[in-house]
């Protein structure tokens, strides 16, 4: 099988789409014959090098596929075989197989391609956290979703609408028509004006009760400032820190200065205003493979339900990897990349 490694630490030219042995699977596993292929900004910090959690180089990145049940082991229900699934992984999925553990499977929704299949778990329970499980949203109050062009935000806009929130994102002038076809109330253009300001004349100074913050850096304690009385800050990522497309000591460079730049949030403040923070990491929460699998099943739901819709923005192909990074970086997506074997 073919599998897309990332070599070392630097810029395109360190990944590489090898040829390796096939995967078999051990009694208590299931083999996937990959479809589609999930692409992250996580895939892009790591080839950087800047990626903590990334797996030491070399490497295959990827955290979610959809394909077919190609072998199950002796321990897995033989009703597997030959159906469309979607699956989370632990790395390794950027590949034409992966092996996966029954409880990272999902039957894949009829009414979804391959490609909106892998488009799901990363994007979608990350937004379900960020608003359902920690954001606690309600329908009385406001959201702002940094990104909301992205895959992650375009997943919290239809959570966030789903749950009848008024919703404000940040994205580029040329996403906003899709964004007001998608539902979203207010759109701010981020690189032209202040998103703070043009959000707080929006709410008239009051701010919103959720944002959800992939930035990083300066811009937390810009959202923190932004929140109203009861608001909450979800943070889950750190997209200001990649500058540049290659690795090495510029990206090492990056990193600290946007590490230095963080607020640190003292208790007595978050008494005096009534405001909470909090932090998402999905890749952290693989001992909690039971309620990982409620979450999906809610978003599963929610796709039979019409209101979980996955956008797929662009298709590659393994050996256009390079191509599929530089996409991201440039911010060129509306919603999710994907790459297919």
Request: net charge neutral; hydrophobic share 40%.
């Given at each position: 099988?073919?599998?897309?490694?990332?070599t070392?630490?630097?810029?395109?030219?360190?990944?590489?789409?090898?040829?390796?042995?096939?995967?078999e699977?051990?009694?208590?596993?299931?083999?996937?014959?990959?479809?589609?292929?999930?692409?992250?900004?996580?895939?892009?910090?790591?080839?950087?090098?800047?990626?903590?959690?990334?797996?030491?180089?070399?490497?295959?990145?990827?955290?979610?596929?959809?394909?077919?049940v190609?072998?199950?082991?002796?321990?897995?229900?033989?009703?597997?075989?030959?159906?469309?699934?979607?699956?989370t992984?632990?790395?390794?999925?950027q590949?034409?197989?992966?092996?996966?553990?029954?409880?990272?499977?999902?039957?894949?929704?009829?009414?979804?391609?391959?490609?909106?299949?892998?488009?799901?778990?990363?994007?979608?329970?990350?937004?379900?956290?960020?608003?359902?499980?920690?954001?606690?949203?309600?329908?009385?109050?406001?959201?702002?979703?940094?990104?909301?062009?992205?895959?992650?935000?375009?997943?919290?806009?239809?959570?966030?609408?789903?749950?009848?929130?008024?919703?404000?994102?940040?994205?580029?002038?040329?996403?906003?028509?899709?964004?007001?076809?998608?539902?979203?109330?207010?759109?701010?253009?981020?690189?032209?004006?202040?998103?703070?300001?043009e959000?707080?004349?929006?709410?008239?100074?009051?701010?919103?009760?959720?944002?959800t913050?992939?930035?990083?850096?300066?811009?937390?304690?810009?959202?923190?400032?932004?929140?109203?009385?009861?608001?909450?800050?979800?943070?889950?990522?750190?997209?200001?820190?990649?500058?540049g497309?290659?690795?090495?000591?510029?990206?090492?460079?990056?990193?600290?200065?946007?590490?230095?730049?963080?607020?640190?949030?003292?208790?007595?403040?978050?008494?005096?205003?009534?405001?909470?923070?909090?932090?998402?990491?999905?890749?952290?929460?693989?001992?909690?493979?039971?309620?990982?699998?409620?979450?999906?099943?809610?978003?599963?739901?929610?796709?039979?339900?019409?209101?979980?819709?996955?956008h797929?923005?662009?298709?590659?192909?393994?050996?256009?990897?390079?191509?599929a990074?530089?996409?991201?970086?440039?911010?060129?997506?509306?919603g999710?990349?994907?790459?297919?074997?």
């Open positions: 099988m073919r599998q897309i490694v990332n070392s630490n630097g810029g395109y030219e360190v990944l590489e789409v090898q040829e390796v042995a096939d995967v699977p051990e009694s208590n596993e299931v083999v996937i014959n990959v479809k589609a292929s999930g692409l992250n900004f996580a895939d892009i910090l790591a080839r950087k090098g800047q990626y903590p959690d990334g797996p030491s180089k070399p490497c295959v990145m990827g955290y979610e596929v959809s394909g077919v190609g072998s199950v082991g002796d321990a897995i229900n033989k009703e597997w075989l030959g159906k469309e699934v979607i699956a992984t632990r790395f390794k999925g590949a034409e197989q992966v092996v996966v553990q029954e409880s990272q499977l999902f039957e894949k929704p009829e009414r979804l391609s391959f490609e909106e299949a892998a488009a799901l778990p990363v994007n979608y329970l990350t937004a379900y956290i960020l608003i359902t499980v920690m954001g606690s949203l309600q329908s009385y109050e406001s959201i702002l979703i940094h990104n909301v062009g992205g895959g992650v935000g375009i997943a919290a806009l239809d959570i966030a609408r789903h749950i009848g929130a008024k919703t404000y994102g940040t994205a580029s002038k040329r996403k906003h028509d899709f964004l007001a076809d998608r539902g979203l109330d207010y759109a701010i253009d981020y690189r032209n004006k202040d998103w703070y300001e959000l707080m004349d929006l709410t008239n100074g009051r701010g919103v009760e959720l944002i913050d992939p930035l990083g850096g300066k811009e937390w304690k810009r959202s923190y400032k932004a929140l109203r009385a009861t608001g909450r800050l979800g943070m889950f990522g750190i997209s200001s820190a990649s500058e497309t290659g690795g090495g000591i510029g990206a090492m460079w990056s990193m600290l200065k946007t590490v230095l730049q963080m607020p640190i949030f003292h208790p007595l403040p978050l008494l005096g205003k009534n405001r909470g923070v909090f932090g998402v990491n999905l890749g952290h929460l693989w001992h909690e493979p039971k309620k990982a699998k409620i979450w999906m099943n809610q978003i599963l739901k929610g796709v039979e339900e019409d209101w979980v819709n996955p797929v923005d662009a298709t590659f192909q393994f050996d256009q990897v390079a191509e990074h530089r996409y991201i970086e440039e911010r060129k997506n509306i999710k990349v994907i790459l297919r074997p």
